[in-house]
C-alpha cells in the first residue's frame, strides 16, 4: 500500500534554481524519510524528520514537516546536474508496524 | 566502512525456476529490509529481518521468502518464478528498526526472467 505520494511526477530546472518536492501521506507517522536515487542504481539517504520537529537542514537540503496537513516538503537550493535523479519519501505506517512505505517519487532534471 | 553488498548483480532466469539473492549489510547493522522495484509499482516492501527475525512482511505471495543469519547476512528466495517477478530486489541496512533510522541501500540485482 502506498503512504506517501510525491508531487510533482517530474520537474525539470536550470542549474542554480531551486527545486521543491512534496510529499502527503494519509496516516500519522513517527517518522518521514527523503531517499534520492539516482537511476537504476540503489537509494541513498538524504534526511529524517521525526513527528515532533517542523525542519531540517542538511547542506543545500531543507526538508519541513506539517503533521496537520499530513505533508512534508524538501527543497535543494542552487541545484546541479548532479542532483538529477529520483527522489522519494518514505514513512513508517500506522500502527506503529514498523513497516517503511515508499512513494512513486518525484523525477528530478536539472540542465545545464 | 564498507557499505552494503549484494550478490549477483545481475540475474537471468527463466519461469518456473528459483532464485537466491545475497545481501551482506554494513558492519554492526542489525536490521536488513528487502525491497521490489518495478516501473510500474515503484518501490515495495518485502521484508524487514532483525536479529535473525522476520519483524515486518509486504503484501507478497508466499513465494518470496527470506532468511537472516547470525552475522546479519540475509538471503531472499524466489520460488516457481513469474514474469511479473523481473524487477530490481535492492537490500537495505540499518542500525536498528529501518522505520527509525536511516537506511543503506545496495546497488540491487537486477532479475529478468524469461
Known amino acids: 500500500s502506498q503512504q506517501g505520494e510525491e508531487d510533482p511526477q517530474a520537474l525539470s530546472i536550470q542549474e542554480g534554481e531551486n527545486a521543491t518536492m512534496n510529499c502527503s501521506y494519509k496516516t500519522s507517522i513517527n517518522n518521514l524519510q527523503w531517499y534520492r536515487q539516482n537511476s537504476g542504481r540503489g537509494l541513498v539517504h538524504l534526511i529524517l524528520?521525526?513527528?515532533?520537529?517542523r525542519e531540517k537542514h542538511s547542506g543545500r537540503l531543507r526538508v519541513t514537516l506539517d503533521t496537520s496537513k499530513k505533508s512534508s516538503s524538501l527543497l535543494i537550493t542552487a541545484s546541479r546536474a548532479a542532483d538529477t535523479a529520483s527522489y522519494f519519501c518514505?514513512?513508517?505506517?500506522?500502527?506503529?508496524?514498523?513497516?517503511?512505505?515508499f512513494g512513486k517519487g518525484t523525477k528530478l532534471t536539472v540542465n545545464p | 566502512k564498507a557499505g552494503v553488498t549484494q550478490t549477483p548483480r545481475y540475474l537471468i532466469k527463466t519461469r518456473g525456476q528459483q532464485v537466491t539473492l545475497s545481501c551482506s549489510p554494513i558492519?554492526?547493522?542489525?536490521?536488513v529490509s528487502w525491497y521490489q522495484q518495478t516501473p510500474g509499482q515503484g518501490l515495495q516492501f518485502l521484508f524487514e529481518y532483525f536479529s535473525e527475525t522476520q519483524r515486518n512482511k509486504g503484501n507478497f505471495p508466499g513465494r518470496f521468502s527470506g532468511r537472516q543469519f547470525s552475522n546479519s547476512r540475509s538471503e531472499m528466495n524466489v520460488s516457481t518464478l513469474e514474469l511479473g517477478d523481473s524487477a530490481l530486489y535492492l537490500c537495505?541496512?540499518?542500525?536498528?528498526?529501518?522505520?527509525?533510522?536511516?537506511?543503506?541501500f545496495g546497488p540491487g540485482t537486477r532479475l529478468t526472467v524469461t
Open positions: 518514505a514513512t513508517d505506517e500506522e500502527g506503529g508496524s514498523e513497516k517503511l512505505v
Open positions: 537495505a541496512s540499518s542500525l536498528l528498526l529501518a522505520a527509525s533510522y536511516e537506511q543503506y
Open positions: 558492519s554492526g547493522h542489525r536490521s
Open positions: 524528520i521525526r513527528s515532533n520537529e
